[in-house]
């Protein structure tokens, strides 16, 4: 293995089939031969192991006049305690059974007529073991022991305190819904089941990290998805094996086909419409317990330029704003470090009077262009770095600091020229402008290497940077889909769709780049049938309007 | 396979007119009306047409034998010891392309944008882009060009557009001055330069659909025909037939003298994008492809190894090739007859010995596939 391939290895994530989950080896250490039926043996079990934690809730109950003993595990603070008691515990007492249970109640019955008859739960299913038992335990459910079965009956209690489902504060929009994912699994998929009310659309749990058991939903829709792509992305989530997952951003780095690539490869987002419409569009979502952020993939690099409301408002807004971002995207990119390029190397490059302000400008300035603009991006980066995270009322102060003395008294005093702020501001807010967060991050970063290569070697240091990026971008891939594609590798119908949003009644097919089960998603020649679908055309006469003559 | 990249029909036609379009801009308007004057357009529609030539034959030998580049059908046409030999002279060919190609873009480099730039830094920089690509395979290197093809068409297009108004067409008079004889040698020297075509004989195989290969290559020859004729058209119209061929780089003023209200002006960056997007294709073609030859005639496992030290190869001989700027012109206004030999010449002779073959075997022509 020569060092290239050595390099690419570490650049391309090539995941072998990994091993099992701990929690399955932890199952296979322990086996089960410690569990034992007999309850008062197996409560004792369920102490060592769950120990002395306040939260834990054991209620032993007696039924049938003490011919079924049971006892109920729960955890305090992730049940719904009204329902455990109304619909679990009362039934099971002895002095409410109804009659006829109370007498047919036994030891050899009382599995089945406890979960068919007696209990009034919704959600009821069973657990093989104690040890799956706790595991859904720990997860928010309420355990049935009873006394010499090793099956357990689990029902689904799960009740907590959530936030409420709130506006998405990172992508906010003028015009769509204002429903954003919360931190809750389950109100997040009902979010998505209320949108896509389709038989096919299927939501699939897998559990990843060892400590947290964090609950991964893949949501898709079962008739669209590539399979091939739902059987990569299932095998890649399969394969994480880490102690705890906080956030998607850990499985998005976990799952993601460069990992050390500056680029992000997979979209996440807050707003349920994006991830409705990126589900309809046959992408597959993966949304994690514990975070509002919802991942999408495969996910292609335009996807970063395009916002929601792109698809609400009127196409040629859309279209117009698509231009402007991909504009701002090269201004974010490679304008300070072409200004750079050009002041130091090729002024001959600029019309005369732009050239002569600027030199009028840069007189005095003791730095050359580039530390200029290094210092100015570095200052820059400071200030926003500082004021992100700073309250609202000390962060006024931070621009104040920055607007002030290092905007104006930094020109005053002659060590940056004004030419070079306006560079710099421009740029930042180009950087502000692009709708993804995520996509900024590698822009802001690259930005740097890119000012020097232009000082060492003026725009074609540029264009060396481009080309670099260029290669690396296209060796991309997110599950299969080039990272460039549409733009590459795509039909041009596909490709029109980087700038153009076309109206709904033409969007006739999904993007061809996804190999989809289905290509089409709706009928063609909607927008004509409503001018020739009706009788006669609709016009102010024929709407009853009297008066119409008259005007 | 050396390569497991698949690539679209449109990516081979992109590539093809990458490799076509990119030297010859700068460097054919030149000689092209040295040779000819007002007729030099003439020349280069005939040699477009000529180019197309290669491009057949490269095409009926690709499918022929499917799955196999020139390397290893050569193999299989002239047994293994001559096939060898054959396929070490196109990677040995090869090599010298992107010798020459590099060369002549530091040349460029350092006369018209960066004089006091030593020449070495452009070509050691452009060949370790190329090597980069080169390594990162097919699909990655089709997929460059497929976004550099963009800012390539657009760059030239704006350029001719923004040019219109200084095209004074009655340069172009007289026309059909030269004699026949002259046209089609310079035709003919055009030919090589559309040669480039002969990559389709190792494009093919990678297609995913290679019945497509002799459209999209087409396509690609005549769309690159056509912008350099109207390049050499405009030029003309601009400069003249007595003027143009004293600049070394022709386009290059030619760009210089847009000026639209004072404010569009000076596109020589523009022009500098193409170069450079442009010279960065065709090497990374050509470095690809010299690598991969001699892997597969050398009938090793890999050839990601052998792109460095072939790039290091390449960037000591394109210095060592040519002496001066001078030398590097003659050579390109008069190609080797070699490079004749080895586009048409052999591609020709490997297709004739197939068809004795076919006839004397008594088979079929292999039918193209479905």
Known sequence: MNVFSFLRSLISKKIKPGPPQLNNRAAAKKPDNQDDPVLEKRLELIKARLGESSDIIIREICSSQDKVKLAVLFIDGLVDK?????????????????????????????????????????????????????????????????????????????????RAVGEPETEAAVRGPREGFTETLRINTSLLRRRIQHENLRFETMKAGRRTGTSINLAYIKDIVNPHTLEEVRRRIAAIDIDGILESGYIEELIEDAPLSIFPQIEHTERVDKAAAAVLEGRILIMTDNTPFALIVPTTFFQFLAASEDYYERPYIAFALRILRLFVLNIALFLPATYVAVVTFHQEMLPTQLLLSIAAAREGIPFPAVLEALLMETTFEVLREAGVRLPKTVGQAVSIVGGLVIGDAAIR???????????????????????????????????????????????????????????????????????????????????????????????????????????????????????????????HETMGDKDARKW | ???????????????????????SILFVPAFTVDKLGSDAWIALLLGTFLGLLTLLIANWLGQQHPQKTIFQYSQTILGSFFGKILAFMYVWNFLRVVAVVVREFGEFMTTAFMPNTPIFVFIASLLLLA????????????????????????????????????WELNQLLPMFTSDLLSI????????????????????????????????????????????????????????????LPSFRFPIHMYTRTINIGRILTRFEALLMVIWVAGVFVKTSVYLYFASLGLAQAAGLKEYKFLVLPLGVICATWSISLFENVAALEAMISNPYPESLLMYLGVPLFLMLITIIRNFLSGQQWRQKQP
């Open chain 2, 131 to 166: 090597a980069l690509a080169a390594i990162a395979g097919i699909e990655v290197l089709a997929r460059t060009s497929e976004f550099i093809i963009l800012l390539v068409a657009t760059s030239l297009v704006a350029i001719v557009i923004l040019s219109l108004g200084n």
């Open chain 1, 82 to 162: 009204k329902a455990v008691s109304d619909n679990i515990i009362q039934p099971l007492l002895s002095s409410t059974i109804v009659n006829d249970y109370a007498e047919k109640l036994n030891q050899e019955n009382a599995f089945a007529l406890i979960q068919k008859h007696i209990v009034s739960f919704a959600e009821v299913s069973t657990a093989p073991n104690l040890t799956q038992a706790i595991k859904m335990v720990l997860a928010g459910d309420t355990a049935l022991f009873i006394d010499g079965y090793e099956r357990v009956l689990i029902f689904g209690t799960r009740s907590w305190e959530k």
């Open chain 2, 1 to 23: 396979m050396l390569e497991n990249g698949r690539i679209s029909s449109r990516q081979i036609a992109t590539l093809l007119f990458m490799a076509m379009i990119s030297t």
């Open chain 2, 184 to 243: 089609l040698k310079t035709a003919a020297t055009i030919e090589v330069w559309k040669a480039d075509a002969i990559l389709a004989a190792m494009l093919i195989p990678f297609m995913i659909r290679p019945q497509k290969a002799l459209v999209a290559g087409a396509k690609a020859t005549l769309a690159a025909g056509i912008l350099i004729t109207i390049g050499v058209i405009g030029a003309l119209a601009i400069f003249g037939p007595y003027l």
């Open chain 1, 413 to 539: 005093a002659g060590l940056v020229s004004p030419a070079m702020v306006i560079i710099v501001a421009a740029t930042a807010i180009s950087n502000f402008a692009i709708p993804a967060f995520n996509a900024t991050i590698a822009l802001r970063l690259l930005r740097f290497p890119l000012i020097i290569l232009g000082a060492v070697m003026g725009l074609y240091g540029v264009i060396f940077g481009l080309i670099l990026i260029l290669i690396h971008l296209a060796g991309l891939q997110s599950f299969g889909v080039p990272y460039l594609s549409p733009l590459v590798h795509g039909s041009v119908s596909d490709m029109a769709k980087i700038l153009v949003r076309s109206p709904w009644w033409a969007q006739i097919y999904r993007p061809k780049m996804l190999a989809l089960q289905q290509r089409r998603r709706q009928a063609t020649n909607q927008w004509l049938r409503n001018k020739t679908g009706s009788e006669r055309e609709l016009t």
